[in-house]
């Protein structure tokens, strides 16, 4: 099939190359030239694992191709919307400009009988108002949503190797035409055994803010009981293990620590909020208010366990922060909370350094105050304290004794609670961890 992936973000790059794998004719059209140069190119303008490599790999086969001009759609069957909805500046709900304008700029190039597919995240009632949009324009086209569940670090094989697809149509009905055009587009997945669920519109728009609501829930329910283990010296790892035993409960999404962060559960939940606010129906979610809150808690946590770790004092404390991406696999550093800690350290008086695998980039543009190093060694060397933020493996699999040599005292808080206590220890260090005695 003939498909179009208007906006090639995140989300957009990764979905027009698996697009293409599966064996579809794909073009992506984004307004950034730069990204378009980089992306037609077959270089990623981000890290993902085995993107770059599935880029140069589709590309060859001449069925990916990039553009910035919207009229490389025409003739497109499936035109797949996937702009970035970030949140608005001052306000806790999500910014629809890029969603409006990339339906705006598509209608000229829709003909009769073409489905648009919306991926973004958006308030409910979105995917509503774009099909009336379609239909004031008097085209007979079929508007579609279709959430995406990707996970920073997976998200190839997230898409080629989906755990579920929701479609979500006018009505509901599995019969609607557009619903067999979509399981062309997904033949690979499907036949391999992914399930698919057919809902109505407002029901496929809840499924990615509901599902990243539940899961952020989970991270901040942990987190709260880490601060109980703080406050009687039990080991949170110990409780999420017993209560993760529960097959009601697993043990997924139970890791206590420095919090979550990125560009989809803070924006997402906050949106998610004030779209009920706006529905009259802000009640049903009131208990997001305090996942965020203790979410953002465990920031200024972490700052205050590093300057019980450095004798009560942060001023002139050579620290050194290891990671600055949200998360591993990644250089996303979007509300990155060990990007947020290390500023909130130098502000109050740390020498503070910042060596990430992937991040150093981006996060220099977003905090450029701050010292970064890309080596690891020369991050260590003559540190007052380390603080383990983002779990890179290279971090996890430090030896205590080697590193013990390059610090200027041996002091360590694992933000992740991923290390061997007891090692660590073991190797003279003072060791921290979170929820942890």
Not at 122 to 139: C, D, K, N, S, Y
Request: with cysteine; hydrophobic share 45%; net charge negative.
């Amino acid at each position: 099939m003939r498909i179009s992936v208007i906006g090639c973000g995140y989300l957009g790059a990764v979905h027009a190359a698996c697009m293409a794998k599966l064996g579809h004719e794909v073009v992506g059209i984004d307004v950034d030239e730069r990204k378009i140069a980089e992306l037609s190119a077959a270089r990623a303008p981000f890290f993902e694992p085995g993107l770059e490599e599935l880029l140069g790999e589709v590309q060859e086969t001449g069925r990916l191709s990039f553009s910035t001009d919207m009229a490389a759609a025409k003739g497109s069957a499936v035109h797949f919307i996937c702009v970035g909805t970030p949140q608005k500046k001052g306000e806790n709900g999500a910014d629809l400009t890029y969603v409006d304008a990339a339906t705006a700029a598509l209608l000229p190039y829709l003909s009769p009988g073409e489905i648009v597919v919306g991926k973004s995240t958006v308030p409910v009632g979105t995917a509503a108002r774009l099909a009336m949009t379609l239909e004031q324009a008097g085209l007979n086209a079929h508007l579609l949503w279709n959430p995406e569940f990707l996970r920073e670090g997976h998200a190839v094989s997230d898409t080629l190797h989906p755990d579920r697809l929701v479609y979500g149509v006018a009505g509901g009905s599995e019969e609607h035409e557009a619903v067999q055009v979509l399981d062309k587009v997904y033949a690979t997945p499907l036949e391999s055994g992914t399930p698919r669920l057919v809902t109505d519109l407002p029901t496929a728009e809840l499924v990615k803010t509901a599902a990243n609501s539940f899961l952020a829930t989970k991270i901040s329910f942990i987190n709260a009981m880490a601060e109980l283990c703080d406050a009687v010296g039990a080991d949170v790892t110990l409780l999420a293990d017993a209560i993760g035993m529960d097959d009601r409960i697993g043990r997924k999404f139970l890791n206590a620590g420095i919090g979550f962060g990125g560009g989809c559960l803070p924006k997402d939940i906050r949106a998610f909020m004030a779209r009920a606010g706006e529905l009259g129906a802000d009640q049903a979610l009131t208990f997001l208010r305090e996942v965020d809150a203790i979410n953002m808690r465990r920031r200024t946590r972490v700052v205050e366990l590093t300057r019980e770790l450095c004798g009560n004092t942060l001023l002139g404390k050579r620290i050194t922060v290891l990671g600055a991406a949200f998360k591993p696999e990644s250089d996303d550093v979007r509300d990155s909370p060990a990007l947020s800690i290390a500023a909130q350290l130098q502000l109050q008086g740390a020498v503070v350094t910042v060596t990430d695998p992937e991040a150093l980039a981006n996060a220099a543009r977003r905090f450029p105050e701050l010292h970064y190093e890309e080596s690891t060694n020369s991050a260590l060397n003559r540190a007052d304290a380390l603080l383990l933020l983002t779990e890179w493996r290279e971090y996890r699999d430090l030896d205590p004794y080697e590193t013990a040599a390059l610090v200027s005292t041996p002091r360590i808080l694992d933000g992740r609670n991923v290390l061997d206590a007891s090692k660590w220890r073991a190797a003279g260090w003072t060791y921290r961890g979170l929820g942890r005695p």
